[in-house]
């Protein structure tokens, strides 16, 4: 089973701590074998004991180390299945597509195809680094989903695509590989394009997938027919009638990243620029929204 969440508790300074036997009789935690230094603990409860179940661990760390050791730890949560892929490389499904860890290029193990192999085929290749999207996320998988909508409408091939804070570069691969005629992948994080840039080249994209760093105010207008915006919904607001500009009329956008009680903010964030929905989902409170301009 690859449902649950990993949490990872960094400790402050070189010393070991003394975590004590029983920190998790009685809870659904159970410890797993981390990096030193790092206490690594996972829970496969449904997802929505998650709220509870954090609370319910980060209650009895308080209560079993000092309150300076508890003070200054750092706290990292995921899903369980970004842990084993950061881990393990153990593939992860997204949409109709399976996102993998690059192969080793010293390895003789011909079962694993390479990247000119990968380009036209379901595999990803994929080393997230520090960037977002590794296809655990469900605003990456709504946004794919989303691009598979409009792939089956004759949306995306032989189109020019713009993805902004692109990130991994995830959603730039997957549009190349449905046969998009070109894709800029932007992203105002050096370190977010230069993994993209890897990750393009791993799959065999760079003749039609490239990557730019800056902000969607550096580029020509009226260039792309489709922008896919995978954002946190502040930086929506802020760069939707930006992203508008650099589309030709009727545009369609994908957005994703933000929460259902904010469905409203965009319903209002569109409605000048005359965008209405056209599709829509949502997954564990995340939705992702196709729009076209009437």
């Not at 829970?43 to 200054?72: F, G, I, K, Y």
């Not at 970004?82 to 881990?87: A, G, H, P, Q």
């Not at 109709?96 to 000119?116: G, V």
């Not at 989903?145 to 695509?161: G, K, P, Q, T």
Request: glycine share 8%; with cysteine; hydrophobic share 40%.
């Amino acid at each position: 089973m690859n449902k649950g969440i990993v949490v990872q508790i960094r400790f402050p300074g070189d010393d070991p701590v003394n975590i004590p036997a029983n920190l998790c009789a009685g809870i659904p935690w159970q410890i797993l074998n981390g990096p030193p230094g790092i206490l690594t603990l996972v829970t496969r409860e449904p997802d929505r004991r998650w709220d509870s179940c954090l609370r319910e661990l980060q209650n009895r760390v308080c209560q079993s180390l000092s309150m300076d050791t508890h003070a200054d730890t750092e706290w990292e949560v995921m899903p369980l299945e970004r842990y084993n892929f950061l881990r393990d490389g153990e593939p992860v499904r997204v949409g109709r597509s399976w996102i993998a860890a690059p192969p080793d290029p010293l390895s003789s193990d011909t079962r694993t195809p390479n990247r000119h192999v990968a380009s036209k085929g379901k595999i990803i290749f994929l080393r997230p680094g520090w960037a977002f999207g590794d296809g655990c996320h469900p605003s990456t998988q709504g946004s794919v989903n989303a691009l598979e909508y409009l792939h089956e409408h004759h949306l995306v091939r032989d189109r020019d695509i713009l993805d902004v804070g692109t990130g991994t570069g995830i959603l730039g691969i997957i549009a190349g590989k449905m046969g998009a005629r070109s894709v800029l992948c932007l992203d105002i994080d050096p370190e977010a394009t230069r993994v993209a840039r890897e990750n393009i080249w791993q799959n065999g994209l760079e003749a039609m997938v490239s990557v730019t760093h800056g902000t969607v105010q550096d580029l020509p207008p009226g260039k792309w027919t489709l922008a896919l915006a995978n954002l946190t919904i502040s930086v929506t607001i802020r760069t939707f009638g930006a992203i508008v500009k650099l589309l030709n009329a009727p545009g369609v956008v994908v957005m994703s990243g933000f929460k259902s009680a904010n469905r409203g903010d965009v319903a209002k964030l569109i409605q000048p620029y005359s965008f209405e929905v056209i599709w829509s989902e949502e997954q564990d409170g995340w939705v992702t929204s196709i729009v076209r301009q009437s």
